[in-house]
């Protein structure tokens, strides 16, 4: 005797999902259950593409549903409807098709907030989401350079279409500098570029805008809290007290304008030679990422090590994911990845739901 629907939804009901902490079944991730005779195929269906126990969901509901009385073959389509925190208020009409804004920063510069920035982007992307990349530093634009890619972009209907490389949509001021032409700008004028730059460059459906923000906290990271919807924040630093303290700032300033800080990642942690790959030393100090985590109350997101092919790669628009898949500072990065894709899931279960992202993979 073939199993009910409800015999199905049952057999899922124990597996849970770690961060909201309740059965996919209760989350109502299990859809399309469909039963014919000895075959039963389902979907389940995540709140992001970037779940990283995508895999595990599947081998768990595959071997229960299996396992009922009466099933001879299961299957399973996974698939993500990529939840965002619904903008309200002034940033209502800004970047509608975008579900989530996610701003990387850092009190200071030099500590490889946009590298982190753009391999943070590439690793959503490497799960099947549409992602943008935003460089917001008006002042010394880096993405051009990251990515390789360069020209001025086109506009269509007074709208700028932003150039896509690397499999991301990218937009910086760079793109519309000489190399050798200095940015001289007051305040008012940056907040107009950025605006600009939320407002009138056509981004069209993206399930991540990553906004690699300016270095501080001075006018143009103000504007930037202040007009876009930000669904949350990575702050960006290394081990040396100096980078600490201005990490606190940053921290400090998304704390006030009501941006949720989903954690500290410790850059350029440490080195490990070739020749000695068990070995790790500290070159910038020892857990100081950690320490600023724990006392400001937000979650610490991980060590992302040196590595030299990070600028090799960088300098010709070869990022370390794309540059050195395997190395130890990519999987950092994914981790990095899919700890904030994660947690922005879970602050967009609060809000209403956005369209589906059609996101499929084929198992």
Known sequence: MPPSESDVLEAL??????????????????????VDGASVAFTIELTTPACPVKAEFERQARERVAA???????????????????????????????????????????????????NLALALRETGARVGLMDCDVYGPSVPLLTGVHGRPEAVAKRILPHEGLGLKLMSM?????????????????????????????WGELDYLVLDMPPGTGDAALTLTQQAPLSGAVIVTTANDLSLID??????????????????????????????????????????????AEELGV???????????????????????????????????????????????????STPKLADANITWVT
């Not at 002034?90 to 982190?116: C, E, F, I, Y």
């Not at 500098?177 to 950025?194: A, E, F, N, Q, Y």
């Not at 992302?304 to 990065?333: F, H, M, T, W």
């Open 13 to 34: 009901r124990p597996i849970v999902d770690p961060d909201f902490g309740k059965s996919i079944v209760e989350l109502g991730f299990v859809k399309n259950v469909v």
């Open 68 to 118: 009922l009385p009466g099933v001879d073959q299961v299957e399973v389509e996974m698939t993500a409807n990529t939840r965002g925190r619904a903008a309200q208020g002034p940033h209502a009409d800004v970047l509608p098709g975008v579900r989530n804004t996610l701003a990387v920063a850092s009190g200071k510069g030099g500590v490889g907030k946009s590298t982190v920035a753009l």
């Open 174 to 202: 760079g793109f519309f500098l000489t190399d050798d032409s200095p940015v001289i700008w007051r305040g008012p004028m940056v907040h107009g570029l950025i605006r600009q730059f939320l407002t009138d460059v056509d």
């Open 247 to 292: 990490a606190r700032k940053g921290l400090a300033m998304f704390e006030k304008v009501g941006v949720p800080v989903l954690g500290v990642v410790e850059n350029m942690s440490y080195f490990t030679p070739p020749d000695l790959p068990d070995r790790k030393y500290y070159i910038f100090g020892q857990g100081g990422g950690r320490r600023v």
């Open 299 to 349: 979650e610490f997101l991980g060590e992302i090590p040196i590595d030299p092919r990070v600028v090799e790669g960088g300098d010709r628009g070869r990022p370390i994911l794309l540059e050195a898949p395997d190395s130890d500072a990519a999987r950092a990065l994914r981790e990095l990845a899919g700890t904030a894709a994660r947690r922005l899931a879970v602050l967009a279960e």
